[in-house]
T-cell receptor
Framework: DAGITQSPRYKITETGRQVTLMCHQT?????MFWYRQDLGHGLRLIYY???????DKGEVPDGYVVSRSKTENFPLTLESATRSQTSVYFC??????????????????FGQGTRLTVV | AQSVTQLDSQVPVFEEAPVELRCNYS??????LFWYVQYPNQGLQLLLK??????LVKGINGFEAEFNKSQTSFHLRKPSVHISDTAEYFC?????????FGTGTRLLVSP
């Protein structure tokens, strides 16, 4: 099925463990994003990627690592999970730069989210 | 810094009443603006977007928004809400290569 999928949907992990959240999109969108959603903060950008092998930090990148070896995948790794990283994580993709131009669609499409609990 | 401000964290309203959810953006944010809706335990989906042209934008589910450059606002409106409109609504604007979101407004529709 076409779309953007995240796995797992729910994850409980212990403090200090490494955990990877997966994101896969079937549209071949150039841009992909990772957000975390916390009460009172809305969505905050962790990392984004403009293309394969091109990634950049967002607003709250500390404690996270990303990679993008293939256009369709954009995994997010918590190197050593902390309780402050308990959150709902959303992956998104966009056909073109959100800044638009070139006639491309600029809205982002979101996955269903991963609820991560760090105990 | 780029920013999008949603002025109300929660808006309670009765069914069939009109509603307005407010959003202001900083002038440094590109004039590409979006409203997304998030239903419980789901991801975000696009309601409507303003890229250029007419300042009144119509979206899905009977929502519309008006881009006001002089007031740097992009308020979302619906003339008559349904119980099913209960959700979190996010305003977003484009910064350099990325979307900037507001903190969200929870719309609570009661009978």
């Amino acid at each position: 099925d076409a779309g953007i999928t995240q796995s797992p949907r729910y994850k409980i992990t212990e403090t200090g463990r490494q955990v990877t959240l997966m994101c896969h999109q079937t549209w071949s969108h150039s841009y992909m994003f990772w957000y975390r959603q916390d009460l009172g903060h809305g969505l905050r950008l962790i990392y984004y990627s403009a293309a394969a092998d091109i990634t950049d930090k967002g607003e709250v990148p500390d404690g996270y690592v990303v990679s993008r070896s293939k256009t369709e995948n954009f995994p997010l790794t918590l190197e050593s999970a902390t309780r402050s990283q308990t959150s709902v994580y959303f992956c998104a993709s966009s056909e073109s730069s959100p800044r638009g131009g070139g006639g491309g669609r600029t809205e982002a499409f979101f996955g269903q989210g991963t609820r991560l609990t760090v105990v | 810094a780029q920013s999008v401000t949603q002025l109300d964290s929660q808006v309670p309203v009765f069914e069939e009443a009109p509603v307005e959810l407010r959003c202001n953006y900083s002038s440094s944010v590109s004039v590409y603006l979006f409203w997304y809706v998030q239903y419980p335990n789901q991801g975000l989906q696009l309601l409507l977007k303003y890229l250029s042209g007419s300042t009144l934008v119509k979206g899905i589910n009977g929502f519309e928004a008006e881009f006001n450059k002089s007031q740097t606002s992009f308020h979302l409106r619906k003339p008559s809400v349904h119980i099913s409109d209960t959700a979190e609504y996010f305003c977003a604007g484009t910064g350099f290569q990325k979307l900037v979101f507001g903190t969200g407004t929870r719309l609570l529709v009661s009978p």
